[in-house]
């Protein structure tokens, strides 16, 4: 039997959830819904935003709605003109099935004559923000006098946002024989005076642990210097080639900062902070939702009930300064069963700041480094490959331009022709990222104290860490690795410290004595028709808001930043073009050793 039928859900209702993709109970669901069909009781049910709340009151309350009648019997008030309309779109897909339901959707900022319209035609279900409640209210345009249920959903949000006067009004044109049934993501002591104030005895049910987060997040914090946040917050993304971001900022300038920083430097952003117009928040929104935004820079009050699905990653640009903004931040992650990572970026100074919050959230954070150049490379390589693997081939359109194209391709053998068109992209990654600092804590650090000496401190004593443009995808192993510097330089086994073999480039440690013979042996080196690069680990360049844009059309704020990234503008062709003539250089195979 289907698990909600046996919870006391009827069949049409059931049908219309099936649909939905609704199989069994979410946790919340399978708890409240007993409780809450009945009918008798307050609630009090905390709950993080995903967790499927919107069927655990929603079910319920068609169970006990009489549809015969055309009074409004009962009150969903929520925080945002987002919620209003995602739960009463939810609540009218669960009746599908069902006949003489209405529900109105009453929120600011929309004209407010078809509310008034829909309220006098009759409604059973409302689903309101505060403030235009209130106002209909006022007006005397809706009775609530025989309203049973009222449901105050994110009330944590709401009491954030002001409402609470707006609330205490609202409820008192409510009679008091009403049950209510208060959902919270987090319990502050503010709740907790609503549910003393308004309810009797309310069954107390909690998903989760109180005022902990969403099992399914990964908390992680990255330690840097203030002045290269923005550099280290575009590796990261860089690093996550399939982000789908929200970015919290604390201040609306600091938003608006970013998202212009981040357009100018080829990536797909845009704002949403207090000042923007309701038609302008929902243009941004649908950008978004529709995923021709990949990273949203917002506010905490703008973010409020945002409920994208599928968010991977929340990146907290600066912390919040209360902690249970950083779970309503985190909230926007992981939603419906999910997982997704809440990442913060903070200095030697905020660290404590994480300390705090790991003791209220009761999660630990994990200290990640921040990617070096090489790791963003490779990542964006594979990120590439699978896109080709992925493509859907329009056989039709591109069946007349295959005769040229082979003609054309014909003296390329097939490793030629993979290793190229890999290239054509990927050029403009290894540009953008040759000489790219180490942007972690302690490598600036080491840096500043050893005088701009081109050593990296993460590596033994007496050794200089140095980088490799090969790897094991060049069909290295460690021991082979090692033969190969060690014939190339000329220098003994004995003097090579670690070696970290990766994917596309390996790290590895040299005597500090036979760098320079290292530097000198390994100039004008070919491997495989490649130029073999090595560098200090950890020297090289900043890499800060100046740096080179990777989009093709800066001005393309709408366009999608892989699509443009692929784009083939002049300067594009210029950076993929760089073939080299590899003559008069000494080349190596693998075969060679
Ligand atoms: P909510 O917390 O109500 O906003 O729900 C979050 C998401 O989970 C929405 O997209 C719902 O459609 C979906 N959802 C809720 N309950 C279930 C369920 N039992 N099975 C599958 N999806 C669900």
Same mark, same amino acid.
């Given at each position: ?25 979410? #946790?919340?669901?399978?708890? %409240? ?13 905390? %709950? ?20 015969? *009648?055309?009074? #409004? ?5 929520? #925080? ?13 897909? +669960? ?8 529900? $109105? ?40 006098? @025989? ?77 840097? !210097? ?44 845009? &704002? ?31 973010? !409020?009930?945002?409920? /994208?699905?599928?968010?991977?990653? $929340?990146?907290?640009? &600066? ?28 200095? /030697?100074?905020? *660290? ?16 990640? *480094? /921040? #990617? ?17 693997? @992925? ?30 068109? %890999? ?53 290295? &192993? ?15 086994? @004995? ?31 070919? +491997? ?50 760089? +073939?080299?003539?590899?003559?008069? @250089? ?8």
């Amino acid at each position: 039997m289907n698990p909600f039928l046996e919870l006391g859900i009827r069949h049409e209702v059931v049908n219309a959830i099936t649909e939905m993709g609704f199989e069994t109970p979410s #946790p919340i669901q399978e708890k %409240a819904i007993p409780v809450l069909l009945t009918g008798n009781d307050d609630f009090v049910g905390l %709950a993080q935003t995903g967790t499927g709340k919107t069927a655990a009151f929603g079910l319920p309350l068609l169970e006990l709605i009489d549809f015969t *009648q055309k009074h #409004p019997q009962a009150l969903i008030l929520c #925080p945002t003109r987002e919620l209003c309309l995602q739960i009463s779109k939810d609540v009218e897909k +669960f009746t599908k099935y069902l006949d003489n339901v209405n529900v $109105v959707a009453v929120y600011g900022g929309a004209n407010i004559s078809d509310q008034l319209r829909q309220i006098r035609r009759g409604v059973q279900i409302v689903v309101a923000t505060p403030g235009r409640m209130l106002d209909i209210i006022n007006r005397k345009a809706i009775d609530f006098t @025989k309203v049973q249920y009222v449901v105050l959903d994110e009330a944590d949000e709401m009491l954030n946002m002001g409402f609470q006067e707006d609330i205490n009004n609202i409820l008192s044109e409510t009679p008091d024989t009403k049950k209510t049934w208060l959902f919270s993501a987090t319990m502050p002591r503010e709740v907790r005076r609503i549910a003393q104030k308004y309810m009797t005895n309310p069954v107390e049910l909690t998903v989760g642990t109180k005022n902990a987060g969403n099992a399914n997040i990964e908390h992680q914090y990255y330690l840097i !210097r203030a002045k290269d946040k923005y550099a280290a917050f575009k590796r990261i993304v860089d690093f996550y080639p399939e982000i789908f971001g929200i970015v919290f900022c604390r201040t609306k300038i600091e938003t608006q900062e970013i998202a212009e920083a981040l357009v100018k430097d080829g990536y797909n952003a845009d &704002s949403l902070h207090g000042d923007l117009s309701q038609q302008q928040r929902d243009k941004v929104m649908k950008r978004y939702r529709e995923r021709n935004l990949q990273l949203l820079i917002a506010t905490d009050v703008a973010a !409020r009930g945002i409920d /994208v699905n599928d968010v991977t990653h $929340v990146i907290n640009f &600066s912390l919040p300064d209360e902690v249970e903004n950083y779970t309503h931040r985190s909230g926007r992650t992981a939603r419906a069963g999910k997982t997704g990572i809440s990442l913060s970026l903070v200095n /030697v100074k905020e *660290q404590s700041k994480i300390r705090h919050i790991e003791k209220i959230i009761g999660k630990s954070f994990e200290r990640k *480094q /921040v #990617p070096q150049g090489p790791e963003v490379c490779e990542k964006q390589l594979l990120a590439m490959i699978d896109k080709v693997n @992925k493509v859907e081939v329009n056989q039709e359109q591109i069946s007349p331009f295959l005769p040229a194209i082979m003609e054309n391709m014909e003296h390329l053998s097939k490793e030629e022709i993979i290793t190229r068109f %890999a290239s054509l992209e990927f050029n403009r990654f290894l540009e953008y990222y040759r000489n790219a600092p180490d942007l972690n804590m302690e490598a600036r650090e080491g840096r500043n104290e050893e005088r701009g000496e081109r050593r990296d401190r993460s590596s033994s004593k007496g050794y200089t860490r140095l980088f490799m443009n090969l790897g094991s995808v060049d069909e290295f &192993s460690r021991g082979e690795m090692l033969g190969f510097i060690c014939n190339t330089a000329k220098i003994s086994g @004995k003097s090579i410290g670690k070696i970290d073999l990766k994917g596309v480039f390996t790290f590895f440690e040299v005597e500090d004595a036979e760098v320079e013979n290292i530097f000198n042996n390994f100039k004008d080196v070919d +491997f495989n028709g490649r130029q073999v690069r090595i560098e200090v680990s950890g020297d090289g360049r900043s890499e800060g808001r100046g740096g080179r844009s990777r989009g093709g059309d800066r001005n393309n704020r709408g366009g999608d930043r892989r699509e443009r990234r692929s784009g083939s503008g002049s300067r594009d062709r210029k950076d993929s073009g760089g +073939f080299r003539d590899f003559s008069g @250089k000494r080349q190596y195979s693998k075969s060679r050793y």
